[in-house]
């Protein structure tokens, strides 16, 4: 019997209809196109816009997006696991709602929240069931409604943030394709640089913590910056190491998101050329957990079978890592 591995068979994506330039951005704090473009490379993003529309919303039109691109029978759905840090609410998982509304019946959900990085977090455990053989079809969701909780008289996060969903297939391969490796890593020092100040356990929502504005983003700039350049480009080159892989044999470098400077000085470190690079940061911006599989939604049509992909991400907490992935199909 042939070793399993767990690959990605289909991809699916949603991103909101209203754009949020930076030209419009202009008229509500301090600031402006060329100096955010310039520092972020981020033009636009995408705004969720409507009453009682959550990350569900987003991550049902996702996961809808896949399921009729790829003919999947949403009832032979093993698994559904939303990476979230804006869940719909506390205590009732995302997850289990999305599942119940795309017919996957069958299906066991939860939400994952490890911020920017949950969507790689999220592949190394849909990849453990699949490989473990127990389950066929795990489908994985990455989705935030950051405009939710952004501060828009912040010119310091309001310019990074947008909302979008993407979502992936995983299933059984036999031809040693998909997930080969992975490197993740954490950090608690990361704790106060990057966080939301109420609302948890420590500091339960009360109307003084409404009225200081703690329910908001806070993220100390430079020092995330710091890290995260530090940090992706680490596990990037790592992940080439233990695979004895070269500069040459990297066929595509999907990192996260949330700042193309991070994203050049990563691919600098791994010795790859601009073409390799994929971005999108400069339609989306930061959507935290939505930027990879946008990334892979994106550019799904570049993809060959057999190329070999890194992926890389760095968020709040800290969390961070890199996943190695060849990739199983050719898009018809």
Known sequence: MSTITAAITAVGSYVPDFVLTNKLLETLVETNDEWITSRTGIRERRILKGDKLGTSYMAIKAAEDLIQKSGVNPAEIDAVIVATTTPDMPVAATAVYVATQIGAVNAFAYDLQAACSGFLYGMSTCAAYVQSGRYKKVLLIGA????????????????????????????PNHEGL?????????DGIGREY??????????????????????????????????AVTGMADVSEKIMQRNN????????????????????????????????VLINIEKYGNTTSATLPLLLSDFEHKFK??????????????????????????KK
Request: charged fraction near 25%; charge should be negative.
């Open 144 to 171: 935030d409604k950051m405009s939710s909780i952004i501060d828009y008289t912040d010119r310091a996060t309001c310019i990074i943030f947008g909302d979008g969903a993407g979502a992936v297939l995983f299933e």
């Open 178 to 186: 998909g997930l080969q490796d992975e490197f993740l890593r954490s």
């Open 194 to 227: 990057l966080k939301i100040d109420a609302g948890g356990s420590i500091l339960p929502s009360s109307a003084e913590t409404v009225e200081n504005r703690q329910h908001y983003v806070f993220q100390d700039g430079k020092t995330v910056f710091k890290y």
């Open 245 to 276: 892989l070269t500069h040459d044999e990297v066929d595509w470098l999907l990192a996260h998101q949330a700042n193309r400077r991070i994203i050049d000085a990563t691919a600098s470190r791994m010795g790859l050329d601009d073409s390799k």
């Open 305 to 330: 079978k057999g190329d070999n992909l890194i992926f890389a991400a760095f968020g709040g907490g800290f969390t961070w890592g890199s996943i190695f992935l060849k990739w199983a199909y050719d």
